[in-house]
């Protein structure tokens, strides 16, 4: 079983949805969790951390709940250039796991 | 922002020679740097964590001798893939870890695409 598990996908939604990504991880000394974006051929880019409180940027809000190991990303009012993979990280002292990512594509 | 730079981003070379990649903060100092591999449609995985000044820590499966990595001083690391074969092909990302008030953050190169003949 992999550390950090994402539904691959992909989601196809149309331009304006709603979506949300989950992700599970398995070792419950993860101590920070973030959500990257990556798109085709390219690095990883920083979207945003994850905070047990929940956090909001704009059209996206993350979501953590440590006692069921789970994370969360919703996308509201999506926009063809959110178009990407959506990577689940979680960091545990030095080391950063990656999940598989979970594909997403908006359409007009 | 931080920026992380890598070179080359594409190189091609003949099955057998070794190619060095290179990885640079270049407004900040990173005392560890990490080195990933993708495969296509895959994630990222972890090969390496390179501490400045010292021996790199490899992960489970990937061969030191083969993947040999060096960092030289806070802002720079290299990754030579040694006796490349196409099954090598891939691409190579780093990162860099910058130190914050409550936690690291990484930022990313925007990767190395290595094709073996």
């Known amino acids: 079983r992999k550390e950090v598990e994402q539904d691959p996908g992909p989601f196809n939604v149309p331009e304006g949805a709603t979506v949300a990504f989950n992700c599970t991880y398995s070792n419950s000394a993860s101590q920070s969790f973030f959500w990257y974006r990556q798109d085709c051929r390219k690095e990883p880019k920083l979207l945003m951390s994850v905070y047990s409180s929940g956090n909001e940027d704009g059209r996206f809000t993350a979501q953590l709940n440590r006692a069921s190991q789970y994370i969360s990303l919703l996308i509201r009012d999506s926009k063809l250039s959110d178009s990407a993979t959506y990577l689940c990280?979680?960091?545990?002292?030095?080391?950063?796991?990656f999940g598989a990512g979970t594909r997403l594509f908006v359409k007009a | 922002g931080a920026v992380v730079s890598q070179h080359p981003s594409w190189v091609i070379c003949k099955s057998g020679t070794s190619v060095k990649i290179e990885c640079r903060s270049l407004?900040?100092?990173?005392?560890?740097m990490f080195w990933y591999r993708q495969f296509p449609k895959q994630s990222l995985m972890l090969m390496a964590t390179s501490n400045e000044g010292s021996k790199a820590t490899y992960e489970q499966g990937v061969e030191k001798d083969k993947f040999l990595i060096n960092h030289a001083s806070l802002t720079l690391s290299t990754l030579t893939v040694t006796s490349a074969h196409p099954e090598d092909s891939s691409f190579y990302i780093c990162s860099a870890s910058r130190p914050g008030r409550v936690s690291d953050t990484q930022y990313f190169g925007p990767g190395t695409r290595l094709t073996v003949l």
């Open positions: 990280v979680v960091r545990r002292g030095f080391k950063t796991i």
């Open positions: 407004d900040f100092q990173a005392t560890t």
